[in-house]
């Protein structure tokens, strides 16, 4: 098994900065890519940004230019940096590994889920 235990959630005003960070408990061929999601209320939980051990990275359309995903192989860890954020980010942030990039909301292992509100 593998555990994911994420920080650095919070309250922030619109424009400001958060940095989220996860650690796996272990590095196997499961947590190849390593990435967020995240889910409002009533909504779908959707991919927001993932990167694989090559260092290869997928984002969201919605937050391409102000997010920035990075990991530490050796440390086991993903980190979201958050700038410029926005009302509409607002959400519960999941860390998610898996094994291959995909946007499938149930595959791999997976967080608790940190809260992040941005007010407006």
């Known amino acids: 098994q593998v555990q994911l235990v994420e920080s650095g959630g919070g309250l922030v005003q619109a424009g400001g900065s958060l940095r989220l960070s996860c650690t796996a408990s272990?590095?196997?061929?499961?947590?190849?890519?390593m990435g967020w999601f995240r889910q409002a209320p009533g909504k779908q939980r959707d991919l927001v940004a993932a990167?694989?051990?090559?260092?290869?990275?997928n984002y969201a359309d919605s937050v391409k230019g102000r997010f920035t995903i990075s990991r530490d192989n050796g440390k086991n860890a993903v980190y979201l940096q958050m700038n410029n954020l926005k009302s509409e980010d607002t959400a519960v942030y999941y860390c998610n590994a898996r094994r291959w990039f995909g946007a499938d909301s149930q595959d791999g292992y997976w967080g608790q889920g940190t809260q992040v509100t941005v007010s407006s």
């Open positions: 990167i694989s051990s090559g260092n290869i990275t």
């Open positions: 272990r590095s196997t061929v499961s947590t190849n890519v």
